[in-house]
């Protein structure tokens, strides 16, 4: 069995880091590109959001590299991708490739069902060891959000142009590399070390702006034309409602970690403006901008791919959210036909605005 998953964002390191520990062959495909999307595009329905179209050229692609096995989650709930595994299996015979799909669907509601699936895909390894290696690839995530906030701290405040990137991408290699679960403090060490050592300017004003929206969008930066190091090079502090690690907590561990995270939070934060799930994230979306204005951001961007169900929710009910609260809300929907040019273009715009709303004390019309 060769297994393959899509890809968003570097959650690839720690599904395989997982994976790997217990001795399943794992296809990572290329980073998603123009080419992925191209495929995805070709093949997938229209009116499909953004990450069904990704997934399904991650597959593509991986498939030329010997990958017989899809791993997915599933999902339920009004949002539409409990259903794309199985779109995106259809898809792929129709065209031939002849993939054995597993999905994994959350365990709040398919336990037996969801362990079943985890053995079948491990073999013969002990509970045990499944056990031991879920928790090895979930402190690789938190091992890499960390690094990716030390990121989001540099990088408006670096003095030599591009060194948090440099920093960043050395760092992720030290965890990248860690085999075993024992060798991972140390390594989270080195990483560390390597991100302190960017030269900062600590005294530059700097924006802060929260981003929200679809978990896809947010945490794959193909899909938001890498929004988190443009607005660090506009000089912007970001912060992201979702990290993987929480994520993971919240929807595979059941909450079982602690002091993780702002989903439940966010969603009591929500309930004023809107008092049930939409499916996705949009309870979250709305939740989070409260919780922004509340802790003195500059600003929010809502990311979301075309067609989102959940996100368009949220979208209605934010301008009413950043009325109240006073805190500016930009909403930018990607698709296939998003453009590097317009994006800076709205971004400048927008951070313009806040850095001159923060300079004057005034609300801008
Ligand atoms: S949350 Fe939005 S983008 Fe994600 S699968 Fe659902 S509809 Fe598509």
New binding site residues.
Partial sequence: MKVVYPHMGHMWICVKAMLEYLDVEVVVPPPSSKKTLLLGVKHAPEFA????KLNLGNFMEAAEMGADTIVMAGGCGP???GY?AHVEHAILRDLGYRYQLVVLEPPQKHIGELLGKIKHITGHQSWRRVINGIRFGYHKAEAVDQLEKMSHYCRPRETRAGATDRALQSALREIIAVDRPEKLPAALNNAMGMMNAVSLDKQRPVLRIGLVG?I?TLLEPFSNLDIERKLGGMGVEVDRSIYLSEWINEHLFMGLKKNKGGSKLAKQKAIKYLGHSV???GLETVGSTVLYAERGYDGVIQL??F?????IVAQSILPRVSTELGIPVMTLIVDEQSGEAGLVTRLEAFVDLLARRKQTGKVLA
């Fill in positions: 959001c953004m990450p069904l949002c539409r991708f794309y679809e896809y499916g996705g994230h979301l791919p067609t989102c169900m959940p996100e």
